[in-house]
């Protein structure tokens, strides 16, 4: 039973870093058919999908225009997770952020983390 | 990017009635190479992630009781909940994977 489990702090002040991690348990980040995203939801802007990573013989990234220079989705094999951090953050970036997997035989988001509600305020 | 509209906002369906959810995208989510609709129906209750029901615009996930059904293609399509049950009561919410990823604005259902 694939599970992801996320962790970071819930309040961070404007013009910082958001710092967020995903621990997978029952699949790998180094899958060669799956995909680690992160999605924030805010009452303004709806399910936002903010970038991925994924391994296919190599590694890739890739990001949305909309947080794109903002954006950095690692993954430490080592300790199988994946991570996101979002720099110059500002209130508008106050959201519950999820991590999720996406498998080539299903494409969508089948796999969700528990969610984290981070608050961006002084 | 491809915008996902959704109607209605909001519905209220008896329990043992029929709901129906309609997606708009602004442009065509069917790839032609393998005639498949990229466009999945997530459902979302309070305090929870959104749980995928319909992939492949008409693919129930595992474990997804069969009330619960999708169709369309190109750029429309459809969430049918046949016989609501009150555990139905949720945000319903489709999304296009066939470019990048984005998502209608949800729609809210409850019970009459």
């Known amino acids: 039973q694939v599970q992801l489990q996320q962790s970071g702090p819930g309040l961070v002040k404007p013009s910082q870093t958001l710092s967020l991690t995903c621990a997978i348990s029952g699949d790998s980040v180094s899958r060669n058919s799956a995909a680690w995203s992160w999605i924030r939801q805010s009452p303004s802007r709806g399910l936002e999908w903010l970038g991925r990573t994924y391994y296919r013989s190599t590694w890739y990234s890739d990001y949305p225009v909309s947080v794109k220079g903002r954006i950095t989705i690692n993954r430490d094999t080592s300790k199988n997770q994946f991570s996101l951090q979002l720099n110059s953050v500002t209130p508008e970036d106050t959201a519950v952020y999820y991590c999720?997997?996406?498998?080539?035989?299903?494409?969508?988001?089948?796999?969700w983390g528990q969610g984290t509600m981070v608050t961006v305020s002084s | 990017d491809i915008v996902m509209t959704q109607s209605p906002d909001s519905l209220a369906v008896s329990l043992g009635e029929r709901a129906t959810i309609n997606c708009k995208s602004s442009?065509?989510?069917?790839?032609?190479?393998?005639?498949?609709?990229?466009l999945g129906w997530y459902q979302q209750k309070p305090g929870q992630p959104p749980k995928l029901l319909i992939y492949w615009a008409s693919t129930r996930q595992s474990g997804v009781p069969d009330r619960f059904s999708g169709s369309g293609s190109g750029t429309d399509f459809t969430l049918t909940i046949n016989s609501l049950q009150a555990e139905d009561v949720a945000v319903y919410y489709c999304?296009?994977?066939?470019?990048?990823?984005?998502f209608g604005q949800g729609t809210k259902l409850e019970l009459k």
């Open positions: 442009q065509s989510v069917l790839y032609s190479s393998n005639n498949k609709n990229y």
């Open positions: 999304q296009q994977y066939y470019s990048s990823y984005t």
């Open positions: 999720a997997r996406d498998v080539e035989e299903v494409d969508a988001f089948d796999i």
